[in-house]
């Protein structure tokens, strides 16, 4: 499976931006789909995720209220709409995808990896 991510980009604080992950080589809704994050220095962490069927969905509470995790099927693509981004938001961000359908939080529940896109928020 090969997942590319992409829609990074330098916006300011209070801008909406919206990733988009592309699954090649595995249908998604086989799979549970995440987003993760990185900021220099410090551990990958959990953004939200998506079950494959796409009916339950968890985000870090960080992010709570301000992102949303959706998929298209058909396209095999899953999206992380971000609104009111902030400053704290600057990070790679990297999409996975587990071989179970569940949701999970846990980074190494997730087999499958993106490259990774930077979003820098300004403020």
């Known amino acids: 499976v090969q997942l590319q991510a992409s829609g990074g980009g330098l916006v300011q604080a209070g801008d909406s931006l919206k990733l988009s992950c592309t699954a090649s080589g595995r249908t998604i809704t086989t799979s549970a789909l995440g987003w993760f994050r990185q900021a220099p220095g410090k551990e990958r962490d959990f953004v939200a995720g998506?079950?494959?069927?796409?009916?339950?969905?968890h985000y870090a509470d960080s992010v709570k209220g301000r992102f949303t995790i959706s998929r298209d099927n058909a396209k095999n693509t899953v999206y992380l709409q971000m609104a009111n981004l902030k400053p704290e938001d600057t990070a790679v961000y990297y999409c996975?995808?587990?071989?179970?359908?569940?949701?999970?939080?846990?980074?190494?529940?997730?087999?499958?990896w993106g490259q990774g896109t930077q979003v820098t928020v300004s403020s």
């Open positions: 998506s079950s494959g069927s796409g009916a339950f969905t």
């Open positions: 996975a995808a587990r071989t179970s359908i569940d949701v999970s939080t846990t980074l190494a529940h997730y087999y499958y």
